[in-house]
C-alpha cells in the first residue's frame, strides 16, 4: 500500500461549484498534514496546514480524520483561477530522521 | 519574502557526464531538501540535509550525491548522468531543525540526459 494516496481525478467543475478532495495515508505514527498547490509547470507552494481540529482559510477548509487515516480539502464557490493540481503532504519525525511523504497529486479545473 | 532559487531552469547533458545542481535559499532555513518530480509518480525525496555537512538519504539516493558546505547551499550531483535521470528537478527548504514546516521551493530545473 502506497503511504499517500490520492484521486488522480480530474475533477472538471464549474465556477461556484463546491469541490472536496481526499487523501488517504497509511502510516498511523503521521504527525504533520499539509495541502500544497501546483500551478501547471510551477513549483508547489503550501496551501494551508492541517490541523487535528480542522482549519478554515476564506473558502478552504482542511480537515483530519486520525481514526480513519485521511484528510480532506473542501473548496467552495469555486473560481476559475483555482485550477491546479493539489498534493497532499504527510509527514512523520523519529529519532533516525524524517519521513516526508507526497501524495501524487489531485487535478482541478475549474470551468467557465 | 523566501527566495529559493536553483541555478538553471533547463538543462540537457550527455550520458555520462557530470551534473552539479544548485541551490540557494536565503531565509537561513536549516532543512534544505532536493526532489524529483515524474508524470504519474509524483515529488520524490532523493536527499536532505539539516544540517551544514549534514545528509541524509530520501527515497531515491542511488545515482545521486549531495554536497552542503554552507547554511544557505545545498547541491546536488549526478556522478555519472544516465538518460533515466531525465526528470524535473526540485529544491527546497524549511526553518527549524527537527520539525517538519512549510517547506518553499525552488523553481526547478528541467534536466533532460541524452
Redesign the interface.
Known amino acids: 500500500r502506497k503511504e499517500v494516496e490520492q484521486d488522480p481525478g480530474p475533477f472538471n467543475v464549474p465556477e461556484g461549484a463546491t469541490v472536496a478532495f481526499n487523501c488517504t495515508y497509511s502510516n498511523s505514527a503521521s504527525q504533520s498534514f499539509f495541502w500544497y498547490r501546483q500551478d501547471c509547470r510551477k513549483e508547489p507552494k503550501l496551501l494551508m496546514s492541517v490541523y487535528s481540529s480542522g482549519n478554515e482559510d476564506g473558502r478552504f477548509t482542511a480537515q483530519l480524520n486520525r481514526a480513519s487515516q485521511y484528510i480532506s480539502l473542501l473548496i467552495r464557490d469555486s473560481k476559475l483561477s483555482d485550477s491546479a493540481t493539489y498534493l497532499c503532504v504527510v509527514t512523520q519525525n523519529s529519532n533516525s530522521g524524517y519521513a516526508l511523504n507526497f501524495g501524487k497529486g489531485t487535478s482541478l479545473l475549474v470551468t467557465p | 519574502d523566501v527566495k529559493v532559487t536553483q541555478s538553471s531552469r533547463y538543462l540537457v547533458k550527455r550520458t555520462g557526464e557530470k551534473v552539479f545542481l544548485e541551490c540557494v535559499q536565503d531565509m537561513d532555513h536549516e532543512n534544505m531538501?532536493w526532489?524529483r518530480q515524474d508524470p504519474?509518480?509524483?515529488?520524490?525525496?532523493i536527499y536532505?540535509s539539516?544540517d551544514v555537512k549534514m545528509k541524509?538519504k530520501?527515497d531515491i539516493p542511488e545515482g545521486y550525491s549531495v554536497s552542503r558546505e554552507k547554511k544557505e547551499r545545498f547541491s546536488l550531483i549526478l556522478e555519472s548522468a544516465s538518460t533515466n535521470q531525465t526528470s524535473m528537478y526540485?529544491c527546497a527548504s524549511s526553518f527549524r531543525r527537527?520539525?517538519?514546516?512549510?517547506?518553499f521551493?525552488?523553481?526547478?530545473t528541467r534536466l533532460t540526459v541524452l
Open positions: 531538501f526532489y504519474g509518480l509524483g515529488l520524490r525525496l536532505f539539516y541524509e530520501g526540485l527537527g520539525l517538519i514546516n512549510e517547506q521551493f525552488g523553481p526547478g
